[in-house]
Every structure is written in C-alpha cells, then in structure tokens.
C-alpha cells in the first residue's frame, strides 16, 4: 500500500445478525484506479461486505467512506434518504441476478437512472446509453426487451446500466456466477475492458483465473474475517495461511473435475 488516501475506506466493519457475527472487524482500503478482488467460500461474508459499501446491508459497527463522504452516516430518516441517494450515484452495483426490468426495452432500461436521478434530457440519456451500450457490444440489441436476450446478454446490459450512472467506483457481486459456463467470458471480458480503463472496482468472484489476471490485490475472507490479502501472483501462487491454501486446492479440485 502506498502513502496515497484511500478512495474507499472500509474502517472497522462488523455485521451481526442476532448472535451470529458475519463481519468482525474487517479494514479495507482501496484506492482510487484498484482493482480488489474478494474470494472465499459460501457464507464466508463476501457479498456482505460488498453491500455494505453502498449500505444495501448496514453495518451493526464500523464506517465507509467514499473520498471524503461517508456512506453509512446515522442520520435522521429524511435526511439519510436524501444523503444515501446521492452517494449511491457514485457507486454502481453488479449482482449475480441482472435485475433488468423487464417490461423495459435495453434503451429503456439504461436511460431510465439517469433520466430520473440526474436529470438528463431524452437526448442526453441516449447518447449516454448509446456509449456504454457499446463499450459492452450490446448496441445492436438495443430495442430489444429482456427476455430476448441470453444471461450474458443481460449481464452486459446491467454493466452498461451502472456505468451510465458514471459511478466512482464499481462494484460486482459474482456477476458470472448465474450463468452457463460458456457465457462468463464475454461478461468477464467487458470487466476486463473496465479494468483496463481504471475503474476503482470491487469485485467478489469464484472466477480465480480472472482475479489472478486482472486484480492487483486479493483478500482471502473466511468465517467473517480477511484472513490474507495481497498481490495475486502471492495469494494464488505461494499463500501463506493454511486456510487460504486448503481453499485454493479445493477449488481448483473442483475446476478440474
């Protein structure tokens, strides 16, 4: 890490459900062009810390700030509505389930945020969707509707949705993992194309070939803690912990079967 101030900052983050603790204490700092990936097994907090960011699944303690704003401010109810719709501008959000609308064309879909959130004029909106539509090879579908369009499909158009936003940051919650194993590379190819772009990304995954290729760091979470972090020729080539070696071997046992 450098002496650089953190583009997101993730200050002492704890999760608990009940007495079950799914975030204890965990501390990240990403600046602002990284690439972090987060890997680790089912139920091990990932997804949770990454909704967190955006305060889709509030912290029970802890902060997140994005540059000098923080996100999980303790505010009054109206105030908090106005504060979290602002930030959530800045940061667009990936999920395993593309979420499109589905009584909404793919123009309808992109243009409807940034139409309503920032204001954007008709014309605006379409040369904005128009853009991203292309940056992810979705333009020739435009007029289409959801259910016309493979997973991949409409993975890349939820992509091109958040980025229309012009967000700060992205984040994606196993973007590929709902979708047919000949698909996820034309969706990993299109985050690839954002990293190479210097998106400030966060990207939970099981894909561990296109984290080791694509990501500067790694953490390595398990049972609601990082347990190892570093550069991914480190975390995927030579891990220190048992914990993080036990998993790798595993998965790639599975891979190959």
């Known amino acids: 890490m450098t002496d650089e101030k953190p583009f997101l900052d993730i200050r002492n983050a704890k999760k608990s459900y009940g007495k079950l603790e799914v975030l204890k204490d965990i501390s990240l700092r990403v600046n602002r062009g990284q690439i972090v990936a987060i890997i680790g097994p089912s139920g091990s907090g990932k997804s949770t810390l990454l909704r967190a960011i955006n305060d889709l699944d509030p912290l029970t303690a802890g902060e997140v700030?994005?540059?000098?704003?923080?996100?999980?401010?303790?505010?009054?109810?109206?105030?908090?509505?106005?504060h979290i719709n602002q930030v959530r501008q800045n940061i667009g959000m990936v999920f395993q389930h593309f979420n499109?609308?589905?009584h909404l064309s793919v123009r309808e879909n992109v243009t409807l945020a940034p139409k309503m959130l920032k204001g954007l004029s008709d014309d605006e909106?379409?040369?904005?969707?128009r853009e991203q539509l292309?940056?992810?090879?979705?333009?020739?579908?435009?007029?289409?509707?959801p259910s016309r369009l493979?997973?991949?499909?409409?993975?890349?158009v939820a992509i091109a949705r958040a980025l229309a936003m012009k967000p700060k940051v992205m984040l994606?919650?196993?973007?590929?993992?709902?979708l047919d194993p000949e698909l996820v590379e034309e969706v990993n190819l299109v985050m690839k194309k954002l990293a190479e772009e210097h998106m400030?990304?966060?990207?939970?995954t099981h894909e561990m070939g296109f984290a080791e290729s694509v990501c500067d760091r790694v953490l390595f979470m398990d049972q609601g803690v990082v347990v190892e972090e570093g550069p991914p020729e480190k975390i995927f080539r030579n891990p220190d912990n048992e914990r993080t070696q036990n998993f790798l071997r595993k998965h790639l046992a599975n891979a190959n079967r």
Request: glycine share 6%; hydrophobic share 35%.
């Open 65 to 82: 700030w994005l540059e000098d704003v923080q996100i999980n401010k303790k505010l009054p109810h109206r105030q908090y509505e106005k």
């Open 100 to 102: 499109l609308f589905p």
């Open 125 to 129: 909106a379409e040369e904005l969707a």
């Open 134 to 145: 292309e940056k992810v090879g979705m333009i020739d579908r435009i007029d289409y509707y």
């Open 150 to 156: 493979s997973g991949g499909q409409k993975q890349r």
């Open 172 to 178: 994606f919650d196993e973007a590929t993992s709902a």
């Open 200 to 204: 400030t990304m966060v990207i939970v």
